[in-house]
Protein backbone atom coordinates (compact mmCIF):
# COMPACT_ATOMS: atom_id res chain seq x y z
CA UNK A 1 0.00 0.00 0.00
CA UNK A 2 1.21 3.24 -0.75
CA UNK A 3 2.51 5.30 2.18
CA UNK A 4 0.95 8.58 2.41
CA UNK A 5 3.25 11.16 3.31
CA UNK A 6 0.85 14.22 3.05
CA UNK A 7 -0.69 13.05 6.33
CA UNK A 8 2.36 14.05 8.40
CA UNK A 9 3.88 16.57 6.01
CA UNK A 10 3.49 19.29 3.91
CA UNK A 11 6.19 18.96 1.89
CA UNK A 12 4.44 19.36 -2.10
CA UNK A 13 7.85 17.92 -4.06
CA UNK A 14 10.28 15.23 -4.11
CA UNK A 15 11.45 12.07 -5.47
CA UNK A 16 9.02 9.11 -5.62
CA UNK A 17 9.21 5.13 -7.06
CA UNK A 18 6.58 5.02 -9.78
CA UNK A 19 5.84 0.96 -9.34
CA UNK A 20 3.57 0.43 -12.07
CA UNK A 21 1.56 2.19 -14.99
CA UNK A 22 -1.41 0.43 -16.56
CA UNK A 23 -4.00 1.99 -19.10
CA UNK A 24 -6.74 2.89 -17.07
CA UNK A 25 -9.93 0.48 -16.00
CA UNK A 26 -10.95 2.85 -13.25
CA UNK A 27 -14.36 4.28 -11.97
CA UNK A 28 -12.55 7.71 -12.87
CA UNK A 29 -11.97 6.85 -16.67
CA UNK A 30 -14.55 7.99 -19.20
CA UNK A 31 -11.78 8.72 -22.02
CA UNK A 32 -7.80 7.68 -22.09
CA UNK A 33 -6.20 7.98 -18.32
CA UNK A 34 -3.26 5.99 -16.98
CA UNK A 35 -3.41 5.05 -13.50
CA UNK A 36 -0.03 4.78 -11.63
CA UNK A 37 0.92 3.53 -7.99
CA UNK A 38 3.88 4.54 -5.92
CA UNK A 39 5.91 3.49 -3.27
CA UNK A 40 5.05 7.02 -1.42
CA UNK A 41 2.71 9.67 -2.10
CA UNK A 42 2.87 13.74 -1.50
CA UNK A 43 -0.60 14.06 -3.22
CA UNK A 44 -4.05 13.98 -1.36
CA UNK A 45 -6.20 11.69 -2.61
CA UNK A 46 -10.35 12.54 -3.28
CA UNK A 47 -12.10 12.14 -0.28
CA UNK A 48 -13.35 14.19 3.33
CA UNK A 49 -15.38 15.88 1.19
CA UNK A 50 -12.03 17.51 -0.34
CA UNK A 51 -11.18 17.54 -3.99
CA UNK A 52 -8.04 15.56 -4.70
CA UNK A 53 -4.63 17.35 -5.64
CA UNK A 54 -3.28 17.54 -8.68
CA UNK A 55 0.17 18.40 -10.07
CA UNK A 56 3.34 16.72 -11.88
CA UNK A 57 5.26 13.64 -11.75
CA UNK A 58 8.43 14.29 -14.00
CA UNK A 59 6.32 16.36 -17.11
CA UNK A 60 3.25 14.28 -16.40
CA UNK A 61 0.56 15.81 -15.62
CA UNK A 62 -1.74 14.30 -12.29
CA UNK A 63 -5.04 15.09 -13.05
CA UNK A 64 -6.89 13.07 -10.84
CA UNK A 65 -5.84 11.42 -7.34
CA UNK A 66 -8.25 8.74 -5.87
CA UNK A 67 -8.37 6.08 -2.96
CA UNK A 68 -9.11 2.59 -4.52
CA UNK A 69 -9.30 -0.71 -3.69
CA UNK A 70 -7.36 -0.19 -0.43
CA UNK A 71 -4.49 1.89 -2.09
CA UNK A 72 -4.01 5.11 -3.48
CA UNK A 73 -4.13 5.69 -7.74
CA UNK A 74 -2.76 8.35 -9.60
CA UNK A 75 -4.30 8.93 -12.75
CA UNK A 76 -2.63 11.08 -16.18
CA UNK A 77 -3.44 11.80 -19.26
CA UNK A 78 0.31 10.11 -20.40
CA UNK A 79 2.12 6.77 -19.75
CA UNK A 80 5.03 7.13 -17.29
CA UNK A 81 7.81 4.64 -17.07
CA UNK A 82 8.68 2.30 -13.83
CA UNK A 83 11.15 3.84 -11.32
CA UNK A 84 12.48 7.15 -9.82
CA UNK A 85 10.17 10.11 -10.75
CA UNK A 86 9.99 13.45 -9.26
CA UNK A 87 6.54 14.31 -7.92
CA UNK A 88 5.35 17.85 -7.51
CA UNK A 89 2.17 19.14 -6.40
CA UNK A 90 0.32 21.74 -7.73
CA UNK A 91 0.86 24.66 -4.78
CA UNK A 92 -1.94 27.13 -5.65
CA UNK A 93 -4.58 24.14 -5.77
CA UNK A 94 -3.43 22.33 -2.21
CA UNK A 95 -3.58 25.48 -0.44
CA UNK A 96 -7.36 26.86 -1.24
CA UNK A 97 -8.32 23.41 -0.80
CA UNK A 98 -6.63 23.91 2.25
CA UNK A 99 -8.12 27.30 3.23
CA UNK A 100 -11.89 25.69 2.69
CA UNK A 101 -11.17 22.54 4.89
CA UNK A 102 -9.90 24.53 7.06
CA UNK A 103 -12.65 27.11 7.14
CA UNK A 104 -15.24 23.98 7.46
CA UNK A 105 -13.61 23.13 9.95
CA UNK A 106 -13.44 26.38 11.76
CA UNK A 107 -17.66 27.02 11.20
CA UNK A 108 -17.88 23.12 12.77
CA UNK A 109 -16.32 24.53 15.70
CA UNK A 110 -18.56 27.63 16.08
CA UNK A 111 -22.23 26.15 15.25
CA UNK A 112 -21.69 23.21 17.43
CA UNK A 113 -21.08 25.87 20.30
CA UNK A 114 -24.89 26.61 19.40
CA UNK A 115 -25.65 23.16 19.83
CA UNK A 116 -25.70 21.90 16.54
CA UNK A 117 -23.65 18.72 15.21
CA UNK A 118 -21.67 18.30 12.22
CA UNK A 119 -22.89 15.54 9.79
CA UNK A 120 -21.15 16.00 6.98
CA UNK A 121 -19.48 18.42 4.49
CA UNK A 122 -18.09 19.59 1.31
CA UNK A 123 -15.16 21.46 0.96
CA UNK A 124 -15.33 22.20 -2.73
CA UNK A 125 -14.76 25.66 -4.67
CA UNK A 126 -17.79 27.43 -5.02
CA UNK A 127 -19.62 24.79 -3.60
CA UNK A 128 -18.83 24.44 -0.03
CA UNK A 129 -21.13 23.89 2.39
CA UNK A 130 -21.28 21.96 6.34
CA UNK A 131 -23.85 20.32 7.24
CA UNK A 132 -25.41 20.37 10.72
CA UNK A 133 -28.11 17.95 12.67
CA UNK A 134 -29.57 19.72 15.78
CA UNK A 135 -28.82 18.71 19.69
CA UNK A 136 -31.21 19.15 22.36
CA UNK A 137 -30.66 22.28 22.86
CA UNK A 138 -30.27 23.92 19.42
CA UNK A 139 -30.09 27.72 19.18
CA UNK A 140 -30.92 29.76 15.87
CA UNK A 141 -27.91 30.34 14.06
CA UNK A 142 -27.42 33.86 11.93
CA UNK A 143 -25.40 34.61 9.08
CA UNK A 144 -23.91 37.87 10.62
CA UNK A 145 -23.45 36.08 14.17
CA UNK A 146 -21.69 33.61 12.32
CA UNK A 147 -19.65 35.91 10.27
CA UNK A 148 -18.45 37.79 13.17
CA UNK A 149 -17.22 35.29 14.96
CA UNK A 150 -15.14 33.47 11.90
CA UNK A 151 -13.47 36.92 11.62
CA UNK A 152 -12.56 36.86 15.47
CA UNK A 153 -11.54 33.93 15.37
CA UNK A 154 -8.82 34.10 12.13
CA UNK A 155 -7.96 37.38 13.63
CA UNK A 156 -6.90 35.49 17.19
CA UNK A 157 -4.63 33.36 14.19
CA UNK A 158 -4.83 29.61 15.87
CA UNK A 159 -2.42 27.26 14.65
CA UNK A 160 -3.00 24.22 13.29
CA UNK A 161 -1.88 21.02 15.60
CA UNK A 162 -2.11 17.56 14.16
CA UNK A 163 -1.92 14.71 15.85
CA UNK A 164 -1.44 11.14 14.60
CA UNK A 165 -2.81 8.85 17.20
CA UNK A 166 -0.88 4.55 17.45
CA UNK A 167 -4.64 3.30 15.83
CA UNK A 168 -3.23 4.99 12.06
CA UNK A 169 -6.67 8.29 13.18
CA UNK A 170 -5.22 11.51 12.53
CA UNK A 171 -6.72 14.58 14.44
CA UNK A 172 -7.18 17.78 13.32
CA UNK A 173 -7.36 20.97 15.90
CA UNK A 174 -6.82 24.64 15.89
CA UNK A 175 -5.84 26.20 19.14
CA UNK A 176 -7.55 24.68 21.63
CA UNK A 177 -10.59 23.99 20.27
CA UNK A 178 -11.86 20.42 20.49
CA UNK A 179 -10.00 18.20 17.61
CA UNK A 180 -11.36 16.26 14.75
CA UNK A 181 -10.75 13.18 13.30
CA UNK A 182 -9.47 14.11 9.96
CA UNK A 183 -7.09 12.92 7.21
CA UNK A 184 -7.63 16.20 4.87
CA UNK A 185 -4.88 19.26 4.51
CA UNK A 186 -5.39 22.31 6.53
CA UNK A 187 -3.24 25.81 6.58
CA UNK A 188 -0.90 26.15 9.55
CA UNK A 189 -2.50 29.09 11.27
CA UNK A 190 -5.77 30.35 10.79
CA UNK A 191 -4.69 33.76 9.30
CA UNK A 192 -3.90 31.96 6.47
CA UNK A 193 -7.37 31.14 5.55
CA UNK A 194 -7.52 35.02 4.80
CA UNK A 195 -11.45 35.43 5.38
CA UNK A 196 -14.41 33.55 5.39
CA UNK A 197 -17.60 34.60 3.68
CA UNK A 198 -20.93 33.05 5.21
CA UNK A 199 -23.32 32.90 1.88
CA UNK A 200 -26.31 31.39 3.11
CA UNK A 201 -27.80 29.37 6.41
CA UNK A 202 -30.78 26.77 5.30
CA UNK A 203 -32.39 24.67 7.87
CA UNK A 204 -34.60 21.85 6.22
CA UNK A 205 -36.13 18.54 6.97
CA UNK A 206 -34.14 19.30 10.37
CA UNK A 207 -30.79 19.68 9.18
CA UNK A 208 -28.96 22.90 9.01
CA UNK A 209 -26.96 24.34 5.90
CA UNK A 210 -23.97 26.80 6.13
CA UNK A 211 -22.94 27.64 2.67
CA UNK A 212 -19.47 29.41 2.62
CA UNK A 213 -16.58 30.49 0.52
CA UNK A 214 -13.19 32.25 1.33
CA UNK A 215 -12.12 35.90 -0.19
CA UNK A 216 -8.81 36.40 -0.83
CA UNK A 217 -7.28 39.78 -0.01
CA UNK A 218 -7.29 41.63 -3.23
Known amino acids: MTERLYLSSSILSGEVEVLDCSFCGGSFCNDERYAIRLNVTLFHPQGGGQPSDVGWLNDVEVVHVAFENDDIIHYTKHPINTGI??????????????QLHSAGHLIGHIVEGLGWYPVSAHHWPGESRVIFKPGMHAQAVFVEA???????????NLSCQITLRDDGF??????????????????????HIHKIQIQAIKEKKGKLSVQYDIVMPT
Not at 87 to 93: G, I, M, Y
Not at 146 to 156: H, Y
Not at 172 to 190: I, K
Open 85 to 98: AFARVDENHRQLHS
Open 170 to 191: RQVSFGELPPYPCGGTHVTSLK
Open 146 to 156: LQESCDQFIAE
